[in-house]
């Protein structure tokens, strides 16, 4: 993504912000729509947007862990594994996954790319655990083991996203 799309984005709401270092977020997520993680031009980008150092964007961009800096799948699925969820079985979804995707401790990015699993702090689902969420689209629950199976079936069947909002 280059720094003029980021500024077309990023322009209408710059009077949202009392200064610059405030957008580098909202810029971040922006960039980051295109191929669902940043990669060094994107984070060069976002600094010549808002007009910061790289040395600050990529501090902020690591910072967060719904910003990632290497590649990701074509849909990520959050799995929330605070106390209500645990308490819930959110321990045997991710058992499933691991099984089912090969992925170590039920966590990483699946050999043909198409899923990123990774775990979660409290999404809010708490009357609902356990519970999973898909990009920051939708979050559902309560999932048991088979529904998430359902779930990762209809992720793989489906399209991906035109824009990856994560």
């Known amino acids: 993504m280059t720094a003029d799309e980021i500024r077309a984005h990023i322009d209408p709401m710059r009077h949202e912000f009392a200064e610059s270092r405030s957008l580098v977020l909202p810029a971040l997520k922006f960039a980051q729509t295109e ?11 976002v600094a010549d947007a808002v007009g910061l ?24 699925v959050s799995v929330c594994v605070t106390l209500s969820c645990l308490l819930r079985g959110s321990d045997e979804l991710l058992r499933r996954i691991e099984e089912r995707e090969g992925l170590p401790h039920g966590v990483g990015t699946t050999d043909d790319g198409e ?3 990774q775990e979660a702090q409290c999404l809010g689902y708490c009357d609902r655990a356990p519970c999973v969420q898909v990009d920051v689209d939708e979050t559902m629950g309560p999932l048991s083991a088979d529904d998430v199976e359902r779930l990762l079936d209809d992720l793989r069947a489906g399209d991906r996203p035109e824009r990856l909002w994560r």
């Open 35 to 45: 191929k669902g993680h940043l990669d060094r031009d994107d984070l060069a980008a």
């Open 115 to 117: 899923l990123t699993v």
């Open 53 to 76: 150092t790289s040395a600050y964007v990529e501090s902020v961009a690591s910072f967060y862990d719904r910003l990632y800096l290497k590649p990701t799948g074509k849909r990520i």
